[in-house]
């Protein structure tokens, strides 16, 4: 493969498109041995830390060395990092030797119990870590079932600085062996990693470069976690691929100084930043026109906006802070995509503005068709959230006829793509229900099943998301949407003295012959404190609200602390989880909250 | 509002956990450890943030642990103002 004396532009453009990225990482060492590949911020926003693609390839080379020494092809790796550059050579080191990384989130505290269900579901036996908290790390894990790991520490191994000698072959045969496991759906009891194989990756990170036209001028700025998808992909393997200098900071840098964040955009002339919605909200509210004199953000091409709901609230709010420090509303790029097929399945088109759509509740709520407002009152603005990638085929199905729906009717987001991962690891009845999706009228195709409600566009071509769909709450022949009714309710108490991010999960039980609409509220203080004062008045206000915004009746209103509401790792309740919990009776609201109303 | 007594930035702590855990002012003891408020460590590291930005100063993020209620982490901020 690399028995040449050079390639040419267009060589090394499909070569980075179709080697995994370890390849990638072996011909940009060859090209570019001395350019700065990352550089690493402290939380001052100070350089601590740089890489280039020759002083990666070398650590990598370290971590594969040491790990195949031991380990053979396809042993599971624990990856336990803080944010950083540590991180990056023990991940593709790993994909060096062809064992399959498995990223996760520090074992600190309350974490540790999901980070043993991990370790047990995929069977690793050997861990990676930095050398200055692997003893913490290792004391964690004492007295669990994952007491007996193996621990290796990468960031302190020898170097071998006559490794410069280039593969001559790829090094992977396989493209279809599995290469990392992405943890980030199923509860910590039940813990589901995705599969991703050499080649999925591979793919993803040509459809990201080749739809955002990025190439190695393109500056990028990220502080993603790097155990989440969007973290792993666009700031660990998407800047190897397309030959760029990243600059990285850590998510605690972004949460506790974001206008650090927009300082850095501006300093390094970046032409991508972003991050979830909330991201952009966290920036709006700590604006700070001192902080920012001087900044320049005319070169930010592309403000990923993914990974949760977008609001339009929240684009607008940010154009309207930033735009007289240069940011173009054009420059905002809303993304959708998920874990199970790598990260991204649609976006743009680039350097147009955002799409929305302005639709009528009622006939979204009642018949899942998208129709134009019957009055102002009756409008909601969903933004779009890109076009698929020419690679991706998306459709709207009906999940319960499993047949194709016209465009601009809602239903389930079925998805195609050469990036859709081989399953969730040795959980067959999962991957069969998820990965294994048929149409009624073609059983030979396969489709991922995203749980996503959501329709196109017939006039833009974007994918819209209205929500889950194994969420959906049916009320007398409609379907609802639990956000919608999550919504009212937590406004109500909001009117009634509680602010806003109280949590909320809604949902359907089976009661007889009827469905009920149950709606569980996590306790807090002021709630409580509200509760004891004028419970049945706020039960009151709060049915209110459902009945007049939704026209059905809440049956049924729990409060339960916190200790009792489930949670993903990300803070989003578990409808799927309270409502089972609430049909095994295992539910029961404090003080008798309910019996009042 | 200018912090540059413990009881201004109290006040300033008592707002915050107000507005972000959504917990009555009347309710929220200065002597009280801040996990019982449920403060988690990300609303801990916004109040870094903000304070940093009032205060005009870098917060060590572990002042909070070292300094557990609303009155001794006031107390220490202005130690450190005043250095």
Redesign the interface.
């Known amino acids: 493969m690399f028995a040449k004396s050079e390639m040419t532009d267009f060589e090394i453009f499909s070569a980075a498109g179709s080697l995994p990225v370890q390849d990638v990482l072996a011909i940009r060492t060859w090209l570019t041995p001395d350019q700065l590949l990352f550089t690493f911020l402290d939380d001052d926003g100070e350089e601590a830390g740089h890489l280039t693609y020759r002083g990666l390839w070398l650590r990598c080379r370290a971590v594969a060395a040491e790990l195949s020494a031991s380990h053979p092809p396809g042993s599971r790796v624990i990856l336990f990092y803080p944010p950083g550059l540590d991180f990056v050579a023990a991940f593709v080191g790993c994909l060096m030797a062809r064992c399959i990384a498995v990223p996760v989130n520090l074992p600190v505290r309350r974490r540790v119990g999901r980070s043993v269900g991990i370790i047990e579901d995929c069977g690793a036996t050997v861990a990676l870590a930095p050398s200055d908290q692997i003893a913490e790390f290792k004391k964690s894990f004492e007295d669990t079932t994952a007491s007996d790991l193996h621990w290796i520490v990468t960031d302190t191994l020898p170097l071998d600085e006559a490794a410069d000698d280039l593969p001559f072959s790829r090094s992977v045969a396989d493209m279809n062996a599995v290469a990392y496991l992405q943890y980030t759906s199923g509860s910590t009891s039940n813990p589901k990693g995705v599969m991703i194989t050499f080649d999925n990756m591979t793919t993803n990170c040509r459809m990201i470069r080749d739809t955002l036209r990025l190439n190695e001028d393109s500056t990028m700025v990220f502080w993603q976690p790097h155990h989440h998808d969007m973290g792993l992909i666009c700031s660990v393997l998407l800047p190897i691929v397309i030959g760029n200098h990243t600059v990285l900071m850590t998510p605690n840098t972004f949460v506790r100084q974001p206008m650090l964040w927009i300082q850095t955009i501006s300093k390094y002339r970046a032409e991508v930043a972003g991050g979830p919605n909330f991201a952009f909200d966290i920036a709006s509210e700590r604006y700070s026109a001192a902080k920012l004199a001087g900044v320049d953000l005319s070169n930010w091409r592309l403000a990923l906006n993914g990974s949760d709901i977008v609001r339009a609230t929240t684009l607008d709010r940010f154009v309207e802070r930033f735009e007289p420090h240069g940011f173009k509303p054009e420059t905002f790029l809303v993304c959708y995509g998920m874990a199970e097929a790598v990260l991204f399945l649609s976006a743009g088109p680039v350097g147009r503005k955002p799409r929305y759509a302005i639709v009528d509740v009622e006939s979204l709520e009642l018949y899942g068709r998208v129709r134009s407002p019957s009055s102002q009152a009756q409008g909601r603005r969903l933004v779009g959230c890109g076009e698929p990638s020419w690679e991706v085929e998306a459709i709207i199905v009906d999940a319960e006829t499993r047949r194709r729906l016209p465009d601009g009717e809602v239903g389930e987001i079925w998805i195609n793509s050469p990036t859709v991962g081989l399953g969730y690891w040795e959980n067959p009845d999962e991957t069969e229900r998820v990965f294994h999706g048929k149409l009624a009228d073609n059983a030979t195709k396969f489709y991922l099943r995203t749980g996503d409600l959501g329709f196109i566009h017939p006039d833009d071509r974007q994918i819209y998301v209205c929500g889950r769909i194994k969420d959906l709450i049916i009320s007398e022949g409609r379907n609802l949407h639990p956000e919608d009714i999550e919504y009212s309710i937590v406004e109500a108490l909001s009117a009634a003295g509680d602010s806003n991010a109280i949590s909320c999960a809604a949902f359907n039980a089976q009661q007889g012959d009827e469905q009920l609409i149950v709606a569980v509220v996590e306790l807090n203080r002021a709630l409580k404190r509200n509760l004891a004062e004028s419970g049945p008045d706020i039960e009151n206000a709060v049915r209110r609200a459902v009945a007049a915004d939704h026209g059905v009746t809440l049956h049924q209103l729990l409060f339960v602390p916190p200790t009792a509401m489930c949670k993903t790792t990300s803070g989003k309740v578990q409808r799927g989880l309270m409502r089972q919990l609430y049909a095994g009776g295992a539910l029961k609201s404090l003080e008798g909250a309910e019996a009042i109303a | 509002m200018s912090l540059q007594t413990v009881e201004a930035i109290e006040e300033y702590i008592v707002t915050y956990i107000e507005?972000?855990?959504?917990?009555?002012s009347s309710?929220i003891d200065c002597d009280m450890s801040l996990g019982a408020?449920?403060m988690s460590s990300?609303s801990g590291?916004?109040l870094?943030?903000?304070l940093?930005?009032r205060l005009d100063i870098?917060i060590d993020?572990k002042l909070i642990f070292a300094h557990p209620t609303i009155s001794r982490l006031s107390s220490a901020l202005l130690d450190l103002l005043q250095k």
């Open positions: 507005r972000e855990l959504h917990i009555s309710e408020f449920g990300k590291l916004k870094v943030g903000l940093e930005d870098r993020p």
